[in-house]
């Protein structure tokens, strides 16, 4: 018996504990370079603010999520994290509703499809940044604009999406249902619209991403509160220490959104990834 | 000039000058064609030859280009209850379990709130046709995790519990193993019996269809119809019909010399490139059987 390499060439088949213990190394080497710069230069310059201590950041956390704010009234951080998550959700939600029933639409009427096709292709085209000063214009600076940049920047994406994903449907199960006594609206609500739920949460998914950047941009131009507008707001005193922890609570907060969208699909549509 | 006598009101699906052409490219030419009730027509013929075509011009999920095609005498609409279908692929619903397949077209044939009310007994009926394809250990599975031969089960139980006037195949068993081929075919054999059926079956495997209809049809684009030039382009015509004895559900007659030699006579008639009849020549011996033929072909027969 040739014995299977653990981890060299192509034919490697690294063992459970070796794939933790390479996945969990470079985050091991990343911290690690960090402490010791950080360490380095703090000996220097007692007063370095680029690369705080670990201490110096706990206490800045401590400060901003659990200490009660003396000018607004709140802990900062929870409601940071409350604005920009209803943000998100709201655009990010509107989009995917508006694009489920866009998309679906698209893909089974033709007429439809003729009509707002090259329309929608055109408009998911725009870089939505690069339209955010006409939003603010229209939609005022507070909530409306913000929320609406995030839909806007997703929702033609989505809708795209999700009719590439209802044209893959074969023909053959549109006239099977209709074999079997569906109405036009049954076919598309009832044979259509479940198939195409697991493929939509999975749009969801890939659209997050662009989603955060949306948000965190938005709330660094106009804002009072949110996730992104206080990481702009202490960049002006260098508040590395605030930074920092933010960044890694936004990553945080976007693996569990992430995973949770996940986790659903396995649950509710398991047969979804099992068919592929 | 017309041969044969076969009607539109004494058949359950007719067909005269049914054409259907894909561009300019002509896929079936002057399909005549007309089927008794409680027949089972198998088709065959040369891949790409239009077979599935045909079987979408009568499921109605394509239009033909010219011609004439019934279902009790009425034209052929988009598809209804009326014709039950089943695929290779696709028949069934990957979303749903077996059970919620089967009971599908009850619940979509009823309103919403009649479905509500006769949930058990629509439940009941699936089960029933369930028990009889041997699937009640399975109805909680998605067709992911069945086996070929169960999803195609399913896919048949998914149709008849319609009760479709006709029931069209296009290649059922074409993916399974042998074994679990000739199984099914006993199977549909047994099941065409006992609710008295009227199919119509799509399959490119001459042995399968000789065994299992009592009525083969052979379309095919290999033939002379006396146009010079044209000859690249021409559709499938059905080139030969034969009426099949009734024999008991066992593959054991596959063995039989004559099963043997009819198979050999499809091949050549439908399947050999260089081997062409003239139109005036197919060998169209069914009784429903029946030929249009335009005054320029009817001037081939000397
Ligand atoms: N939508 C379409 N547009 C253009 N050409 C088509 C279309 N559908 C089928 N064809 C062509 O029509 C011909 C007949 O196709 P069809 O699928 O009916 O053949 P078939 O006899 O069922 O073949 P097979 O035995 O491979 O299933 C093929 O040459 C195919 O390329
Ligand atoms: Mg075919």
């Known amino acids: 018996m040739v014995e299977e390499p653990k981890l060299l060439g192509i034919h490697a088949n690294p063992p459970a504990w070796l794939r933790l213990v390479i996945g969990l190394l470079p985050f091991a080497l990343l911290v690690g370079v960090y402490l010791t710069v950080s360490h380095i230069r703090i000996e220097n310059n007692p007063a370095d603010k680029l690369t705080p201590s670990v201490h110096k950041m706990v206490e800045a956390v401590q400060q901003m999520a659990f200490t009660v704010d003396g000018r607004t009234g709140c802990r900062l951080m929870l409601q940071d994290t409350l604005s920009s998550l209803r943000r998100i959700v709201i655009g990010l939600g509107c989009a995917a509703i508006v694009g489920l029933f866009l998309g679906m639409n698209m893909g089974v009427l033709p007429g439809l499809r003729g009509t707002l096709l090259p329309l929608v292709t055109f408009l998911s085209i725009i870089p939505p940044l690069a339209i955010l000063p006409i939003l603010f214009i229209v939609f005022g600076v507070d909530e409306l604009g913000k929320v609406m940049l995030i839909f806007l920047g997703s929702v033609f994406m989505i809708t795209r999406d999700i009719h590439n994903e209802t044209e893959k449907i074969p023909r053959e199960q549109v006239a099977k249902a209709l074999t079997l006594g569906a109405s036009q609206f049954q076919v598309i609500y009832q044979v259509i619209l479940p198939q195409i739920m697991p493929r939509l949460l999975v749009t969801v998914r890939l659209c997050l991403g662009a989603a955060w950047l949306f948000l965190i941009a938005s709330e660094a131009i106009a804002s009072t509160d949110g996730l992104g507008y206080r990481i702009f707001l202490v960049r002006r005193y260098l508040a590395m220490n605030v930074i920092i922890p933010y960044v890694l609570w936004i990553t945080l907060l976007g693996f569990l959104m992430d995973l949770l969208l996940r986790l659903v699909i396995r649950w509710k549509y398991h047969w979804y990834s099992a068919a592929e | ?302």
């Not at chain 2, 076969?6 to 005549?32: C, F, H, M, T, W």
């Not at chain 2, 028949?91 to 089967?102: A, G, K, Q």
């Open chain 2, 1 to 302: 000039m017309r041969r044969g006598t076969a009607s539109p009101e004494a058949s359950i699906l007719y067909a005269e000058d049914l054409r259907k052409e894909y561009g300019n490219r002509v896929i079936l030419e002057d399909i005549d064609l007309a089927v008794s009730e409680h027949e089972f027509c198998t088709l065959v013929g040369p891949s790409g030859c239009g077979k599935s075509t045909l079987l979408r011009l009568i499921l109605g999920q394509e239009r033909p280009t010219r011609g004439t095609l019934l279902l009790d005498g009425r034209p052929i609409g988009y598809p209804d209850t009326q014709r039950g279908i089943v695929y290779q692929k696709y028949s069934l619903f990957p979303h749903l379990t077996v059970l919620e397949n089967v009971v599908l077209g009850k619940k979509l044939s009823a309103s919403f709130f009649e479905g509500r009310r006769r949930k058990a007994e629509f439940d009941q009926e699936a089960m029933s046709f369930l028990d009889r394809m041997k699937l009640s250990d399975h109805i909680e599975k998605y067709p992911h995790e069945l086996s070929g031969g169960m999803r195609q089960r399913v896919a048949i139980a998914q149709s008849l519990i319609m009760k479709p006037r006709i029931l069209l195949m296009d290649e059922p068993f074409g993916a399974l193993d042998p074994g679990t081929r000739e199984d099914m075919q006993v199977f549909v054999l047994e099941l065409w019996e006992d609710f008295n059926m009227t199919i119509f079956f799509v399959t490119h495997d001459l042995e399968e269809a000789v065994y299992l209809g009592t009525r083969v049809l052979v379309l095919s684009q290999y033939y002379a119809a006396g146009r010079a030039d044209k000859d690249d382009n021409q559709g499938a015509r059905i080139v030969a019909d034969y009426p099949l004895a009734r024999r008991a559900a066992s593959t054991a007659v596959k063995e039989i010399t004559q099963f043997g030699e009819l198979i050999q006579r499809i091949r050549r008639e439908g399947f050999d490139p260089a081997y062409r009849q003239r139109v005036t020549e197919f060998d169209l011996r069914h009784k429903d059987s029946f030929q249009t033929l335009t005054p320029e072909e009817n001037n081939m027969i000397d």
